[in-house]
């Protein structure tokens, strides 16, 4: 990804308050685009703060969303890291949801949970993995832009989606394309269930044990890119590939482990829609994640911990979202989708808008402690 | 009266962030002179001939152009007043012919074809004046780039400049199209045009120069006709204080061969021989220096050895290892075989900048102990290793988490330097060690090398700063063409005959 | 006529009018492209175009009106991507995706809210169209358009002091920059021209091809097109077969709908319906297109003198 020189500014402003407004300079234009559709923008917004977090049921609905986020998240971000833009999230998910969904149809009269389900995992992994790794290979050993390859393996994983659910998997006297429902055996605890388990009552919602996969995975990314040597080649690769080069890494082998690592995390979406809610193979159960992840590692700035942040708050505008085409019909879903795409407008395209503003109205706190040398030296 | 100085700059201020680039800078350049500025790097010589082409703004000040103000805030307005611009790199589109070049910007009509019409005519007619012939419908990429550089001076004269500022016009140029270069300035001046060369090589003010300025951290510290001073006394003005141009050196101990390389070739991607049968033998505890002009094969050389590239012919020996073309090594391989490598271009190369100065400290070293143990990465140790690296080696600031792009380039050289020094290399591949760093740090940096040697390490020394292949090696190789075009003992050499080597080809 | 001269008729005839909207696009892509501006936003704008075309003439009944809003909606896209790329100096790609995700979103929602139709626009009588002319082989005015654009692309950028600096700066803004000439506006303009074209190209879409708008009808083909550019090494009539390539494909494959095949049985619909994103992977897979892109495309300018 390409970066202009810019004098840095202080952490809390770069990482913490700069985000920050871009999110909210998004949402302004999306409060004008409500209101040219005819709805009161602040009443837009009651709706949808009160959907998201009016309840324990709302909130419950807003994790199980925000899990979604945090895996595409994580992928986009595992995938910047290496200077690798995936847009291929959505695809890929839906790939780790068919891996996770063949296993647990396979295999769901003969493995226990405790076998099934890590394998079920592994799968959604694999498969997710495996879709993002021929776009990888192809940009690494044959310089095929890896944003138009992903995008076309979008609309493939679609079509083979559609095919395979129509024609192979369809359950046996079905109407719709859907598969038979998995044997309990696959299907991951919903955490209402879980906390009951231990004595604690909370609403039913979607939430279930793959949002503690999703807490483990931010752990795993984060461990992995600043604790491992591999983790440190990637980032090197995405900063400077002549350095790499020069090295010793291989920058072919380094782009296919990045795009697969990012697959494998793309495709654990699989794992909450399939074996933790939908507990059956259906259509459309990735929609608007993909562009969702890029959204979320933009602001999350490519960092786990932000990645997790503004992972909640995407679930949030699903789940208020929601609420919101339910209260007024003239605004649909689609308007989290225009959400997203400004949020990652003014996060990715436009992030340095307002910098001329905040590097002005904070310069009286802030001295720059830069070595003099440094700046003077061209050469 | 006299007539008023062509270019007069009156006090010119600028300021890059925290740093006085310019520092109310006053000079008078008399017309129909060649006039040198002379200084370090950094010294502000560049960013005030930047100004002068309205590349960059001043802060303050005011520029006279034949008495009278003007207000230069963009290239074309100094276009305008006749001031044209050489610069370092080269501005050519490779993909476009000469003439497309020349008339890139100045293009006398919007179809094509008038437009190049017209300017062959004047293109045709400028190179006769002024000795620069260049074959007009050659794409500017297949030209070599003596070539390149008088395309570059066409381009100037066709726009009607008659104040030609050149910014280090010889770094790319052997010795003898260095003195053709100053054959085409001086029937230049005596065209009417006025010349301002912008070097840091003495030699070159006093070769071809009629006025010098001397610049140092910011301010003119000096101006003298060039003919009563001398190169001494230029080099004290430059950095300040009295400079050793020469450095007090043992003779070496040459002890067994490190690195053998034999009948090496290497073909680019179009079939062009960028390394032809090259021989060399780099001995422990010796210097052997690579001088030429850049774009000869010394940096393929470099990029085959540290394993960047494969070769396409020939071997290289390593203690018991052939590389060859069916055998290659990747850089990986290469340190693991005690082979380090100093980058020419360090900050595309040997640094990661938006990394801390401890994680670039370990580019290339990062899975080795004590960084990596058992899959996972030390922070803690990579401190500790950059801390000892930067004690070592003098790097300010001496501070682990400074970010790599927040060092200067002298202390990133330091810093490279050192890491790759750090593991104790059988065999040492530099390239341009003292390229834009000032005079202190190459001091220092001369004195680590020969220290390295004498500890009995092999080294290799790409530059082409002849003085420092002189002072430094012990054993000289010239390259030209992709080919050893001789060699020369370090006692024996001379630019003269080391200048006669650079051209055979 | 005999079978075997009206079937590669009809299928040419089919090619064009497939291939319009990608040579529309492909050629926008190119002045972009050329000025170093990745374009990946030729979906969006085309989308938006489309939308705004199908709304206009469904509300006023003229197609010309309709060819405007579309040109006007693109070209503010294009405007925009601009502003991003050239004065903020954002990453390049991340604009154009951006830009293509708000588009989708957008065009539903206004769709919704102003026809109630669930996002498409009302089916267009014939005077709100561009219909088949009878002269011109059946084919509307827009196709006829989209071929002349292509010849007149290429004179533009290879025989015009415009292209040759559009040429220059796409390799070396540096050297257009010092030369006195404005890189910014350079860019702009070429980035407007790509504006126009992807405007043309969404009209057609949803005015020509079809009778109305519905979403996401883009469907994928400004990647596409962006391919076939790649593919044609940044040159316009490379570029235009490419596309025709495409076209070819598509109109030859729905053609194969439903038809069975000796071993494999009945061609699902989904197989023909891949076929265009596939055959671009492999076109990308088989092409190496670094060597010849334009040097400083994606590389935002800043002066470092």
Same mark, same amino acid.
């Given at each position: 990804?390409?970066?202009?020189?810019?004098?840095?500014?202080?952490?809390?402003?770069?990482?913490?308050?700069?985000?920050?407004?871009?999110?909210?300079?998004?949402?302004?234009?999306?409060?004008?685009?409500?209101?040219?559709?005819?709805?009161?923008?602040?009443?837009?917004?009651?709706?949808?703060?009160?959907?998201?977090?009016?309840?324990?049921?709302?909130?419950?609905?807003?994790?199980?969303?925000?899990?979604?986020?945090?895996?595409?998240?994580?992928?986009?971000?595992?995938?910047?890291?290496?200077?690798?833009?995936?847009?291929?999230?959505?695809?890929?998910?839906?790939?780790?949801?068919?891996?996770?969904?063949?296993?647990?149809?396979?295999?769901?009269?003969?493995?226990?949970?405790?076998?099934?389900?890590?394998?079920?995992?592994?799968?959604?992994?694999?498969?997710?993995?495996?879709?993002?790794?021929?776009?990888?290979?192809?940009?690494?050993?044959?310089?095929?832009?890896?944003?138009?390859?992903?995008?076309?393996?979008?609309?493939?994983?679609?079509?083979?989606?559609?095919?395979?659910?129509?024609?192979?998997?369809?359950?046996?006297?079905?109407?719709?394309?859907?598969?038979?429902?998995?044997?309990?055996?696959?299907?991951?605890?919903?955490?209402?269930?879980?906390?009951?388990?231990?004595?604690?009552?909370?609403?039913?919602?979607?939430?279930?044990?793959?949002?503690?996969?999703?807490?483990?995975?931010?752990?795993?990314?984060?461990?992995?890119?600043?604790?491992?040597?591999?983790?440190?080649?990637?980032?090197?690769?995405?900063?400077?590939?002549?350095?790499?080069?020069?090295?010793?890494?291989?920058?072919?082998?380094?782009?296919?482990?990045?795009?697969?690592?990012?697959?494998?995390?793309?495709?654990?979406?699989?794992?909450?829609?399939?074996?933790?809610?939908?507990?059956?193979?259906?259509?459309?159960?990735?929609?608007?994640?993909?562009?969702?992840?890029?959204?979320?590692?933009?602001?999350?700035?490519?960092?786990?911990?932000?990645?997790?942040?503004?992972?909640?708050?995407?679930?949030?505008?699903?789940?208020?979202?929601?609420?919101?085409?339910?209260?007024?019909?003239?605004?649909?879903?689609?308007?989290?989708?225009?959400?997203?795409?400004?949020?990652?407008?003014?996060?990715?395209?436009?992030?340095?808008?307002?910098?001329?503003?905040?590097?002005?109205?904070?310069?009286?706190?802030?001295?720059?402690?830069?070595?003099?040398?440094?700046?003077?030296?061209?050469? | 009266?006299?007539?008023?100085?062509?270019?007069?700059?009156?006090?010119?201020?600028?300021?890059?962030?925290?740093?006085?680039?310019?520092?109310?800078?006053?000079?008078?350049?008399?017309?129909?002179?060649?006039?040198?500025?002379?200084?370090?790097?950094? $010294?502000?010589?560049?960013?005030?001939?930047?100004?002068?082409?309205?590349?960059?703004?001043?802060?303050?000040?005011?520029?006279?152009?034949?008495?009278?103000?003007?207000?230069?805030?963009?290239? $074309?307005?100094?276009?305008?007043?006749?001031?044209?611009?050489?610069?370092?790199?080269?501005?050519?589109?490779?993909? %476009?012919?000469? %003439?497309?070049?020349?008339?890139?910007?100045?293009?006398?009509?919007?179809?094509?074809?008038?437009?190049?019409? +017209?300017?062959?005519?004047?293109?045709?007619?400028?190179?006769?004046?002024?000795? %620069?012939?260049?074959?007009?419908? $050659?794409?500017?990429?297949?030209?070599?780039?003596?070539?390149?550089?008088?395309?570059?001076?066409?381009?100037?004269?066709?726009?009607?400049?008659?104040?030609?500022?050149?910014?280090?016009?010889?770094?790319? %140029?052997?010795?003898?199209?260095?003195?053709?270069?100053?054959?085409?300035?001086?029937?230049?001046?005596?065209?009417?045009?006025?010349?301002?060369?912008?070097?840091?090589?003495?030699?070159?003010?006093?070769?071809?120069?009629?006025?010098?300025?001397?610049?140092?951290?910011?301010?003119?510290?000096?101006?003298?006709?060039?003919?009563?001073?001398?190169?001494?006394?230029?080099?004290?003005?430059?950095?300040?204080?009295?400079?050793?141009?020469?450095?007090?050196? $043992?003779?070496?101990?040459?002890?067994?061969?490190?690195?053998?390389?034999?009948?090496?070739?290497?073909?680019?991607?179009?079939?062009? &021989?960028?390394?032809?049968?090259?021989?060399?033998?780099?001995? &422990?505890?010796?210097?052997?220096?690579?001088?030429?002009?850049?774009?000869?094969?010394?940096?393929?050389?470099?990029?085959?050895? +540290?394993?960047?590239?494969?070769?396409?012919?020939?071997?290289?020996?390593?203690?018991?290892?052939?590389?060859?073309?069916?055998?290659?090594?990747?850089?990986?391989?290469?340190?693991?075989?005690?082979?380090?490598?100093?980058?020419?271009?360090?900050?595309?190369?040997?640094?990661?900048?938006?990394?801390?100065?401890?994680?670039?400290?370990?580019?290339?070293?990062?899975?080795?102990?004590?960084?990596?143990?058992?899959?996972?990465?030390?922070?803690?140790?990579?401190?500790?290793?950059?801390?000892?690296?930067?004690?070592?080696?003098?790097?300010?600031?001496?501070?682990?988490?400074?970010?790599?792009?927040?060092?200067?380039?002298?202390?990133?050289?330091?810093?490279?330097?050192?890491?790759?020094?750090?593991?104790?290399?059988?065999?040492?591949?530099?390239?341009?060690?003292?390229?834009?760093?000032?005079?202190?740090?190459?001091?220092?940096?001369?004195?680590?090398?020969?220290?390295?040697?004498?500890?009995?390490? +092999?080294?290799?020394?790409?530059?082409?700063?002849?003085?420092?292949?002189?002072?430094?090696?012990?054993?000289?190789?010239?390259?030209?063409?992709?080919?050893?075009?001789?060699?020369?003992?370090?006692?024996?050499?001379?630019?003269?005959?080391?200048?006669?080597?650079?051209? &055979?080809? | 006529?005999?079978?075997?001269?009206?079937?590669?008729?009809?299928?040419?005839?089919?090619?064009?009018?497939?291939?319009?909207?990608?040579?529309?696009?492909?050629?926008?892509?190119?002045?972009?492209?050329?000025?170093?501006?990745?374009?990946?936003?030729?979906?969006?704008?085309?989308?938006?175009?489309?939308?705004?075309?199908?709304?206009?003439?469904?509300?006023?009944?003229?197609?010309?009106?309709?060819?405007?809003?579309?040109?006007?909606?693109?070209?503010?896209?294009?405007?925009?991507?601009?502003?991003?790329?050239?004065?903020?100096? !954002?990453?390049?790609?991340?604009?154009?995706?951006?830009?293509?995700?708000?588009?989708?979103?957008?065009?539903?929602?206004?769709?919704?809210?102003?026809?109630?139709?669930?996002?498409?626009? *009302?089916?267009?009588?014939?005077?709100?169209?561009?219909?088949?002319?009878?002269?011109?082989?059946?084919?509307?005015?827009?196709?006829?358009? !989209?071929?002349?654009?292509?010849?007149?692309?290429?004179?533009?950028?290879?025989?015009?002091?415009?292209?040759?600096?559009?040429?220059?700066?796409?390799?070396?803004?540096?050297?257009?920059?010092?030369?006195?000439?404005?890189?910014?506006?350079?860019?702009?303009?070429?980035?407007?021209?790509?504006?126009?074209?992807?405007?043309?190209?969404?009209?057609?879409?949803?005015?020509?091809?079809?009778?109305?708008?519905?979403?996401?009808?883009?469907?994928?083909?400004?990647?596409?097109?962006?391919?076939?550019?790649?593919?044609?090494?940044?040159?316009?009539?490379?570029?235009?077969?490419?596309?025709?390539?495409?076209?070819?494909?598509?109109?030859?494959?729905?053609?194969?709908?439903?038809?069975?095949?000796?071993?494999?049985?009945?061609?699902?619909?989904?197989?023909?319906?891949?076929?265009?994103?596939?055959?671009?992977?492999?076109?990308?897979?088989?092409?190496?297109?670094?060597?010849?892109? *334009?040097?400083?495309?994606?590389?935002?300018?800043?002066?470092?003198?």
């Amino acid at each position: 990804m390409a970066a202009a020189r810019r004098r840095p500014l202080p952490i809390w402003v770069d990482a913490g308050l700069l985000p920050v407004v871009n999110v909210l300079l998004a949402l302004s234009v999306a409060g004008l685009i409500v209101l040219a559709a005819g709805v009161d923008p602040i009443d837009a917004v009651r709706v949808m703060l009160v959907g998201a977090f009016g309840s324990e049921e709302a909130v419950g609905y807003t994790l199980y969303y925000a899990t979604n986020f945090v895996f595409t998240g994580l992928a986009v971000a595992l995938a910047f890291h290496a200077g690798l833009f995936n847009i291929g999230g959505e695809g890929q998910a839906y790939l780790g949801g068919l891996g996770a969904g063949l296993v647990a149809l396979g295999f769901d009269r003969i493995l226990p949970a405790a076998i099934l389900i890590p394998l079920a995992v592994a799968a959604a992994a694999g498969f997710g993995a495996a879709w993002a790794a021929i776009p990888g290979y192809l940009q690494a050993y044959r310089g095929s832009h890896i944003v138009v390859t992903t995008i076309m393996f979008n609309f493939i994983a679609a079509a083979l989606m559609v095919y395979l659910l129509v024609n192979v998997l369809i359950a046996p006297g079905s109407m719709s394309p859907e598969s038979r429902e998995i044997g309990a055996v696959a299907q991951l605890p919903a955490l209402h269930v879980l906390l009951r388990g231990i004595g604690l009552t909370v609403a039913p919602s979607p939430l279930n044990l793959s949002a503690v996969w999703a807490a483990l995975c931010c752990v795993a990314v984060w461990l992995f890119l600043w604790r491992t040597p591999r983790g440190y080649e990637l980032r090197v690769l995405g900063h400077n590939a002549d350095a790499a080069r020069y090295a010793g890494i291989d920058v072919g082998r380094t782009t296919v482990l990045a795009l697969c690592l990012s697959g494998a995390l793309a495709g654990f979406v699989g794992v909450n829609e399939i074996l933790g809610v939908q507990h059956r193979l259906i259509l459309d159960f990735a929609a608007g994640y993909g562009f969702g992840g890029i959204a979320v590692a933009l602001i999350g700035r490519n960092h786990p911990a932000g990645v997790a942040l503004a992972s909640i708050l995407f679930g949030a505008l699903y789940q208020g979202g929601a609420e919101l085409a339910f209260d007024f019909p003239s605004i649909t879903r689609d308007m989290v989708v225009v959400i997203q795409g400004l949020v990652i407008l003014f996060s990715g395209a436009l992030a340095n808008l307002v910098r001329p503003w905040l590097e002005a109205a904070i310069a009286p706190f802030v001295r720059d402690a830069r070595g003099v040398d440094a700046i003077a030296e061209e050469s | 009266m006299p007539p008023p100085p062509v270019i007069e700059l009156r006090a010119i201020d600028k300021w890059f962030g925290a740093v006085h680039a310019n520092r109310g800078v006053s000079l008078a350049i008399a017309r129909g002179t060649i006039t040198g500025i002379i200084g370090e790097n950094g $010294a502000g010589k560049s960013t005030l001939m930047n100004i002068l082409y309205g590349l960059v703004e001043a802060d303050g000040g005011q520029i006279l152009v034949d008495g009278a103000p003007v207000r230069l805030r963009r290239p $074309a307005d100094a276009i305008a007043h006749g001031i044209g611009m050489v610069h370092q790199h080269f501005l050519l589109v490779d993909r %476009l012919t000469v %003439l497309e070049n020349v008339a890139l910007g100045a293009e006398a009509a919007p179809l094509l074809g008038r437009a190049l019409r +017209a300017a062959r005519v004047e293109l045709a007619r400028l190179e006769r004046d002024y000795g %620069l012939e260049v074959d007009p419908d $050659a794409p500017v990429g297949a030209l070599p780039i003596g070539a390149q550089q008088r395309v570059e001076i066409l381009k100037a004269l066709y726009r009607g400049a008659r104040v030609l500022i050149l910014d280090e016009p010889t770094a790319v %140029l052997t010795p003898q199209e260095t003195d053709r270069l100053f054959r085409i300035l001086r029937s230049l001046k005596a065209g009417g045009v006025t010349v301002i060369l912008i070097t840091h090589k003495l030699r070159e003010i006093m070769a071809a120069t009629d006025t010098v300025v001397v610049m140092r951290r910011g301010e003119v510290v000096a101006e003298r006709a060039t003919a009563a001073t001398d190169r001494e006394a230029l080099a004290e003005l430059m950095v300040g204080r009295k400079v050793r141009l020469a450095l007090d050196k $043992a003779p070496a101990v040459p002890g067994p061969p490190a690195l053998v390389v034999e009948r090496l070739g290497l073909r680019d991607r179009r079939g062009v &021989a960028v390394l032809d049968d090259v021989d060399l033998a780099l001995n &422990a505890g010796e210097i052997v220096g690579i001088a030429g002009v850049s774009g000869n094969g010394q940096s393929e050389l470099l990029e085959v050895l +540290a394993g960047m590239r494969a070769p396409t012919a020939g071997r290289i020996t390593i203690g018991a290892r052939i590389i060859t073309r069916h055998a290659p090594a990747d850089p990986a391989e290469m340190r693991a075989l005690g082979v380090a490598h100093v980058p020419e271009d360090r900050r595309r190369f040997g640094l990661v900048a938006p990394f801390e100065a401890r994680e670039s400290a370990v580019l290339g070293y990062q899975r080795r102990a004590p960084f990596s143990r058992r899959g996972w990465l030390d922070p803690a140790a990579l401190s500790r290793h950059c801390r000892a690296l930067m004690t070592h080696f003098d790097v300010r600031p001496p501070i682990p988490t400074v970010p790599s792009a927040g060092l200067s380039g002298g202390n990133q050289q330091k810093l490279i330097l050192a890491r790759e020094i750090a593991p104790a290399p059988r065999v040492l591949l530099v390239g341009q060690p003292t390229r834009g760093i000032d005079i202190g740090a190459i001091e220092f940096i001369h004195r680590r090398l020969l220290a390295l040697r004498d500890a009995g390490c +092999a080294i290799l020394m790409v530059s082409v700063e002849l003085d420092e292949i002189m002072a430094l090696a012990d054993r000289i190789l010239v390259m030209a063409g992709g080919r050893i075009a001789g060699v020369v003992a370090g006692a024996d050499a001379d630019e003269r005959r080391l200048g006669l080597m650079m051209t &055979a080809s | 006529m005999p079978e075997w001269i009206v079937a590669p008729l009809l299928v040419l005839s089919a090619t064009l009018r497939v291939a319009t909207p990608l040579v529309l696009c492909a050629m926008g892509g190119l002045f972009s492209e050329r000025s170093g501006i990745i374009d990946v936003g030729l979906e969006g704008k085309m989308l938006a175009a489309a939308f705004a075309a199908a709304a206009a003439a469904a509300v006023t009944d003229s197609a010309w009106v309709g060819l405007a809003a579309g040109i006007a909606i693109a070209a503010l896209l294009a405007l925009l991507h601009g502003f991003a790329c050239i004065t903020q100096r !954002a990453d390049q790609v991340v604009s154009g995706v951006a830009i293509n995700i708000v588009v989708a979103g957008l065009t539903v929602v206004f769709g919704i809210a102003w026809f109630q139709q669930g996002g498409q626009t *009302p089916p267009l009588p014939p005077e709100a169209r561009f219909m088949p002319i009878a002269w011109l082989g059946g084919h509307n005015l827009i196709v006829a358009a !989209a071929l002349l654009g292509v010849p007149l692309s290429h004179w533009a950028i290879m025989r015009t002091r415009f292209g040759l600096r559009l040429r220059a700066v796409g390799d070396v803004p540096l050297a257009v920059d010092a030369a006195g000439v404005s890189v910014a506006w350079l860019r702009y303009r070429a980035v407007l021209i790509c504006g126009v074209f992807t405007g043309v190209a969404g009209t057609y879409l949803s005015i020509a091809q079809n009778a109305g708008f519905s979403r996401d009808m883009t469907a994928g083909q400004g990647y596409i097109a962006l391919a076939a550019l790649i593919v044609g090494k940044w040159r316009a009539l490379p570029a235009f077969g490419a596309c025709l390539a495409f076209g070819l494909l598509d109109a030859i494959a729905i053609r194969l709908q439903g038809t069975r095949i000796a071993v494999v049985g009945e061609i699902p619909v989904q197989l023909i319906q891949v076929l265009p994103y596939a055959l671009t992977v492999i076109l990308l897979a088989g092409f190496i297109g670094k060597a010849v892109a *334009p040097r400083a495309i994606g590389v935002p300018y800043e002066k470092t003198p």
